[in-house]
T-cell receptor, first 114, second 114 residues
């Protein structure tokens, strides 16, 4: 059974640019959630996708957007990057929508905005 | 606002000693509570969870946690710490409702001395 994978591992961008992060969910999981983890902080929920539809969103501006594909993999897009967007971005998958089940996390993508 | 608080940023214990990591949730309806561990370069892994019922919950890797409603706490414990337990530990909660989401504490970094 393949776990949650994320790509790329590291990424460096400059302010104002756009970035796309990718996540492959664990086999059999139809729900993907994205989190932002700033240095020294706990993960903060960005949004969740269930069967290609957004199923909840945290307190993040619209320049954070997402997509889920028919194979349940997902993308996180961030436009107009700001310095404060520098963080570890985590993807998690679950077999059901919502948050009452165990979240299976990927290793994350480290984004640095210069 | 519904929140989860971890009062200790950093804890150091000797190998073989007992461990208790603190977690408090905001007063009100009981959330679903979780403890996750994050090792360097790895995604978060679920240690245990509490939904209802028995207030003492057993998890993986020899960890347990006790839910205390009177103290709004869900502290993580281990009777004898191993050097491999050094990691970042996160308490998280989900409050039921239409806007439910997984809310993490800021984490406690555990250092184990030999």
């Amino acid at each position: 059974e393949t776990g949650v994978t994320q790509s790329p591992t590291h990424l460096i961008k400059t302010r104002g640019q756009q970035v796309t992060l990718r996540c492959s969910s664990q086999s059999g999981h139809n729900t993907v959630s994205w989190y932002q983890q700033a240095l020294g902080q706990g993960p903060q929920f960005i949004f969740q996708y269930y069967r290609e539809e957004e199923n909840g969103r945290g307190n993040f501006p619209p320049r954070f957007s997402g997509l889920q594909f028919p194979n349940y993999s997902s993308e996180l897009n961030v436009n107009a990057l700001e310095l404060d967007d520098s963080a570890l971005y985590l993807c998690a998958s679950t077999p059901q929508r919502g948050f009452y089940n165990e979240q299976f996390f990927g290793p994350g993508t480290r984004l640095t905005v210069l | 606002a519904q929140s989860v608080t971890q009062p200790d940023i950093h804890i150091t214990v000797s190998e073989g000693a007992s461990l208790e990591l603190r977690c408090n949730y905001s007063y009100g309806a009981t959330p679903y509570l979780f403890w996750y561990v994050q090792s360097p370069g790895q995604g978060l892994q679920l240690l245990l969870k509490y939904f209802s019922g028995d207030t003492l919950v057993q998890g993986i890797k020899g960890f347990e946690a006790e839910f205390k409603r009177s103290q709004s706490s869900f502290n993580l414990r281990k009777p004898s710490v191993h050097w491999s337990d050094a990691a970042e530990y996160f308490c998280a909660g989900v409050y039921t409702g239409t806007a439910s989401k997984l809310t993490f504490g800021t984490g406690t970094r555990l250092q184990v001395t030999l």
